[in-house]
């Protein structure tokens, strides 16, 4: 029996790891107030003892803790959806072809997640929850993007060895 190609592999992980993490991300936009309260209090304290344990003398707060998990929480989106639509045809020459519909997909879940809110007990969903979430998608793009560049330009031996 013949294996499946590498990028199939790829492409067939990256999709479904796209879609499960966007899965989640809905999941908890059905989250009412007060347990979504319950775990950003909950990931506060354990990132609060992680900064104390450091001696960093920062103090986190609710509103601290929501905005930074947003922002990482598409970031990682960001990297996914890059990654999935980059394994369409694992190949960076044709990567920037697809960076609009990258961009469309993360905004797309971003006013989807918020718009989940607006139906959900307590919750409420905010334009500026929108600007965050799609900040932290293209931040997570341009790190894909980064990474993608530096691979192309050692696999091409352009960059040359600092001495």
């Known amino acids: 029996m013949k294996k499946p190609p590498k990028n199939l592999i790829f492409f067939i992980v990256m999709t479904v790891l796209t879609v ?4 989640f991300i809905f999941i908890h936009s059905l989250i009412n107030a007060d347990a979504s309260a319950e775990e950003s209090l909950a990931t506060m304290a354990f990132f609060q003892g992680i900064l104390n ?3 960093i003398p920062l103090s986190l707060t609710d509103y601290i803790m ?9 970031g990682v989106l960001g990297i996914l959806v890059s990654l999935t639509f980059y394994s369409y045809d ?4 044709k990567f920037h072809k697809r960076i ?3 961009f469309f997909v993360c905004l797309a879940t971003a006013v989807t997640d918020e718009t989940i809110q607006l139906f959900v007990p ?11 979430d799609f900040s932290g998608s293209v931040a997570g793009v341009i790190a894909v993007c980064v990474i993608l560049f530096i691979i ?3 696999k091409n031996k352009r960059i040359k060895d600092i001495k």
């Open 53 to 55: 344990a450091l001696g």
């Open 122 to 132: 307590g919750r409420s969903g905010q334009i500026t929850d929108v600007l965050l």
């Open 152 to 154: 192309y330009m050692v």
């Open 20 to 23: 499960l993490f966007i899965s």
């Open 66 to 74: 929501r905005k930074t998990a947003h922002f990482c929480e598409f």
């Open 100 to 102: 609009l519909s990258v």
């Open 90 to 93: 694992k190949c960076i020459n």
